[in-house]
């Protein structure tokens, strides 16, 4: 079993390259071109609609109308593992993710991900600062912001989270834009943090909440705020995967 997950990873490593590399060119067209990074976030959803295409996996969105309910979101979710991003990306919206300065470090994507979204360097008080401004200029421009609120992937025990940090809930009372918290049920099980990079053949799941109005709020709601959104993804998690074990002990 290890070995056909072994295969089934390069696999999905080598599906992750080749597909970027094909679009790479069109990322660059939407990048140097003026007023294209709105068209070059669109190709990061066909990109994950290839990739998980390829790979066979599923993913399975419950509550998607919530979404349409108002033109733009601060969307937050749970974070465990390298999928989080790709699974999100799924979303038939312009997204805009807030994710650590490393991934600016890998060959070519972090080019694409530095300059169609917003890269942080959490342990750097002045990049924390610009990312928060960059992240309210486009809300400005209509886009929805993800936000991961635990900070990265921190968690030692998925499903259980890590404590969430404020900024995502500063900044949706700042611009009063509504959060959507959303829970990401089954990534830590498909791929696992753990080093291994190991992928598991399973379906995901994507559960998306009814959208918190945070109208007429200030920064003294954000801790409220903050304990509610935690607690609506925390049981979701803990409710999925006691499925999991229930059916794996049947």
Request: net charge positive; proline share 7%.
């Amino acid at each position: 079993m290890k070995v056909l997950r072994r295969i089934y990873s390069i696999y999905g490593t080598l599906v992750f390259i080749f597909t970027f590399l094909l679009l790479l060119p069109i990322f660059i067209i939407t990048i140097e071109i003026p007023g294209l990074k709105k068209y070059g976030r669109m190709l990061n959803r066909l990109w994950s609609k290839i990739f998980f295409g390829l790979l066979l996996i599923r993913v399975r969105f419950e509550n998607l109308q919530y979404l349409k309910k108002h033109p733009q979101y601060v969307i937050i979710a749970n974070h465990f593992s390298y999928l989080d991003i790709p699974v999100l990306g799924l979303i038939p919206y312009d997204l805009v993710f807030i994710g650590k300065s490393s991934l600016t470090k890998i060959p070519l994507f972090g080019y694409m991900f530095k300059n169609l979204h917003i890269a942080v360097n959490r342990a750097s008080l002045k990049s924390r600062g610009e990312s928060i401004l960059r992240t309210r200029e486009v809300l400005s421009q209509g886009s929805s912001v993800v936000f991961f609120p635990e900070g990265g992937i921190s968690s030692p025990q998925p499903p259980q989270m890590a404590r969430f940090k404020d900024g995502a809930f500063k900044v949706a009372v700042d611009k009063q834009i509504p959060i959507i918290p959303i829970t990401l049920s089954y990534n830590h099980l498909i791929l696992p943090d753990d080093g291994k990079f190991l992928l598991r053949y399973k379906s995901a799941k994507v559960v998306i909440h009814p959208p918190i109005p945070v109208e007429g709020l200030g920064h003294k709601s954000v801790p409220e705020l903050k304990d509610r959104s935690f607690r609506i993804i925390q049981e979701q998690l803990l409710c999925d995967n006691a499925l999991i074990v229930t059916s794996s002990k049947s």
